[in-house]
């Protein structure tokens, strides 16, 4: 609904900058209201949602561009980068938050 509105690009913008303050507020709920938790809870998938999936929605945009710029259809290639940018990048960001949150010890 709100993709359709406002396009793609201002979406993810305002998913990521909902995302942000809800996920900082985090620390400062009080414990035991549930109801403020869900609510929260509600508002991080949103966020989620929109750091994780509408990404995805531009490839075919770019590759339209592409095919109408060059005449060359290459979607193996932009689908395969994207992908492997994307999982290159979440581990450095799990290896990193490893590091950042330690490694048990045996």
């Known amino acids: 609904m709100i993709l359709s509105k406002i396009g ?3 979406t993810v913008v305002l998913g990521i900058v909902v995302f942000i303050p809800v996920l900082a507020s985090l620390f400062f709920l009080p414990e035991g209201n549930i109801i403020t938790a869900f609510i929260f809870c509600y508002l991080i998938g949103l966020g989620t949602s929109c750091a994780q999936l509408l990404p995805w929605s531009f490839v075919p945009d770019v590759i339209d ?8 259809r290459n979607d193996a ?10 999982k290159t990048f979440n581990g ?7 590091l950042v949150l330690g490694v048990p010890e045996n």
């Open 8 to 10: 793609k690009k201002k």
């Open 65 to 72: 561009d592409y095919v109408v710029q060059t005449g060359k």
């Open 77 to 86: 290639v932009f689908y395969s980068l994207f992908q492997s940018f994307n």
């Open 92 to 98: 450095i960001g799990l290896g990193l938050s490893t």
